[in-house]
Each structure stands twice: as C-alpha cells, then as structure tokens.
C-alpha cells in the first residue's frame, strides 16, 4: 500500500506559468487537504475536499484551485505562479472529516521553487 | 479564532535529556490535540493524539496530556535520542460546520539531539 503519492518531488517553475500539483491516495478515505508550509509559519491550509464532489477554501486558497472529480485524486493547480507561491506542499487524507477517530495521513511533498 | 501557539526553537539537547516543547491553544468548543513529527526530507506523521479534556497521548517514549484549564497539550520525554531529531508540530481540531476536520498547525520546532 502506498498511502499517498505527489508529484512531482519537486519544481522549479517561471513566474507566470501554469502548474498542476498532484496528490493520490489509495486508502480510499473520504477526506482530503492541501498545506503549504513555509519556514516559521508551520503549515498552513489551502483548500480542502470533505468528499469526492466536493471543494472549499482553506485559510490561504488565493492564487490556488482544486477539484476532486473521485475519491482517489486530488490535483491542485496554480493557474498563474508568483513568487509567493514558492514552498513545499503537502497533500493529506483521512477515513472521516473529522471525529475522535480521524487522523490525517500526510505525502511526501513537493518542493515548488517560481522564479 | 483556533490557534495553536508553540514554543519556538530550535532546540538542541544532549542524548538522554528530557524534553519538553509547550504548547498552548485557544479554540471554540472542545478541540482534539496531536502532534506530529517530520523527520529530514519527509512528510508529518503522526506521533500522539488527545481527544478530550485530562487525556494522555503516548508514542515512543513522548507524552502529552490535555490540560483544559491551562489550554495546553505539551510534549514531553524522559530521555530523547539522536534518532529524536526531527521538527515537532502541535496541532488542533474542532470539529463542528465549516472546520470540520480541519488541522489547525503551530509554527514548529526544529529538535536536534546531539550524541
């Protein structure tokens, strides 16, 4: 079982450019989060999919779009890369949103560098 | 708002000291608390879980206790290892309509344990 998978590890990317970030998970889980972080902020929530079908905004979703066409995938896409935007980010997933016996399960990340 | 406030580093300790790292949290409601660990070039995993008032969450030899009236959930261990290196992050969940599942993460901090 592979848990989570992103692609790709990392990136180096021109300011302006189009870029799609993926995340899959075969744990089959309901629940699914993207988190950039950055050095002394810890990390922090872009968007967020409670269910396949199903999107909403984090604390930091400006810049960023996702969609969740199946449970599985997760894709989130920077439609025009800014300087700001370089970090590493981290995909997760859990069984439930939520409730004493949810826990997140985290991938590996991706290092994105815009230039 | 939720928050989590944490002890800021980094930390460095002699093999077989103990640790602690503080870690205080206002939420509305009754928030679940973890921490995680990332270890060099990794994504977070898990590391221990509380889930209501006077709980304690163990793992590997690290503690924490759910401290309702003083707000915290601080991490503790008898004897830390070089193996323990690693950056240790508190985090918080209240699951009630819009954040429901949700992690709410503090800054981080970065443990070096030297032999």
């Known amino acids: 079982i592979a848990g989570i998978t992103q692609a790709p590890t990392s990136q180096i990317l021109a300011a302006g450019r189009r870029m799609t970030l993926r995340c899959t998970q075969d744990?089959?889980?309901?629940?699914m989060y993207w988190y950039r972080q950055d050095l002394g902020l810890g990390l922090r929530l872009i968007h967020y999919?409670?269910?396949?079908?199903?999107?909403g905004k984090g604390e930091v979703p400006d810049g960023y779009s996702v969609s969740r066409a199946n449970t599985d995938d997760f894709p989130l896409t920077l439609a025009s890369a800014v300087p700001s935007q370089t970090s590493v980010y981290f995909c997760?997933?859990?069984?439930?949103?939520?409730?004493?016996?949810?826990?997140?399960?985290f991938g590996p990340g991706t290092r994105l560098t815009v230039l | 708002g939720d928050s989590v406030t944490q002890m800021e580093g980094p930390v460095t300790l002699s093999e077989e000291a103990f640790l602690t790292i503080n870690c205080t949290y206002t939420?509305?409601?009754?928030?679940?608390l973890f921490w995680y660990v990332q270890y060099p070039g990794e994504g977070l995993q898990l590391l221990l879980k509380?889930?209501?008032?006077?709980d304690k969450g163990s793992n590997k030899g690290f503690e924490a206790t759910y401290r309702k009236e003083t707000t915290s959930f601080h991490l503790e261990k008898g004897s830390v290892q070089v193996s323990d290196s690693a950056v240790y992050f508190c985090?918080?969940?209240?699951?009630?309509?819009?954040?429901?599942?949700?992690?709410?993460f503090g800054r981080g901090t970065q443990l070096t344990v030297w032999p």
């Open positions: 997760a997933s859990s069984r439930l949103a939520g409730g004493s016996t949810d826990t997140q399960y």
């Open positions: 744990m089959r889980h309901n629940a």
């Open positions: 999919s409670n269910t396949a079908g199903t999107t």
């Open positions: 939420a509305t409601g009754y928030p679940s």
């Open positions: 509380a889930t209501k008032a006077d």
């Open positions: 985090a918080l969940r209240v699951d009630r309509g819009s954040t429901l599942g949700r992690l709410y």
